[in-house]
């Protein structure tokens, strides 16, 4: 009975042992297209916005192009002074051992993030093809994780926030901040931010 249950056992391990290596076969072209990456040529990308409201920095990773490309959007305060440097005591994900690993975590405290209620995103190609479009985004925080299908585009882009709200309760700071009696609608704000998508 137990050679029995340990023959059973080699057979369905040696069969989906072949089942794994027959779909990640890189002798498939299409395997090939499933095993490569997408991202932003530059991991973290910053731009005032038109108003002067946000200092809006989009911070991507790399990510398997079936899976779309990933990104996070960061309304920061343009007001505040840009890091250029993690403060001291400030944690950080780059690993010493591995130069080509990117990331930093800095608390929001530092980051001065402005809470968003709503925006609106386009991506446009260089010719001015629409590449993907969301309206309404509701961020938390100030910060939205996005994922974008791009159907394998690669190349320069103009990623295009426009409507952005702030948040109900920040809106009598920012037009404190301008010295403003600004109404809700006038304190919408847009910005367009060029960047290239490449394939690794």
């Known amino acids: 009975m137990i050679k029995l249950f340990s ?4 057979i369905y391990v040696a069969s989906t042992t072949s089942l794994t290596f027959a779909q990640l076969s890189v002798d498939n072209p299409s395997d090939e297209k499933a095993l490569s990456n997408i991202g932003f040529s530059s ?8 108003k002067g ?7 991507s990773g790399v990510s398997s192009i079936p899976s779309g490309l990933n ?23 780059i690993s010493l051992d591995k130069q080509q690993s990117v990331g930093l975590t800095v608390p929001s405290v530092v980051e001065h993030v402005i809470p968003v209620k709503s ?3 386009t991506i446009t190609s260089l010719d001015g093809k629409e590449l993907f479009n969301s ?10 994780l996005e994922n974008v299908n791009l159907n394998n585009y690669t190349g320069n882009v103009s990623i295009n926030l ?3 709200v702030p948040d109900s309760n920040v809106i009598d700071l920012v037009k ?12 919408q704000d847009s910005v367009k931010i060029e960047a290239q998508v490449v394939r690794s």
Request: glycine letters at 4%; hydrophobic letters at 45%.
């Open 162 to 164: 426009h409507n952005i």
């Open 43 to 50: 991991p973290l990308i910053a731009k005032i916005s038109d």
């Open 71 to 93: 990104f996070e959007i960061v309304f920061l305060n343009a007001s505040s002074s840009v890091l250029s440097a993690p403060p001291a005591g400030a944690e950080t994900n």
């Open 119 to 121: 925006f609106d995103i």
């Open 7 to 10: 023959i059973v056992i080699a």
């Open 53 to 59: 409201i946000y200092n809006i920095t989009i911070k």
């Open 176 to 187: 404190k901040q301008f010295q403003s009696t600004l109404n809700q609608t006038e304190v």
């Open 135 to 144: 309206t309404n985004e509701i961020p938390r925080g100030g910060r939205i």
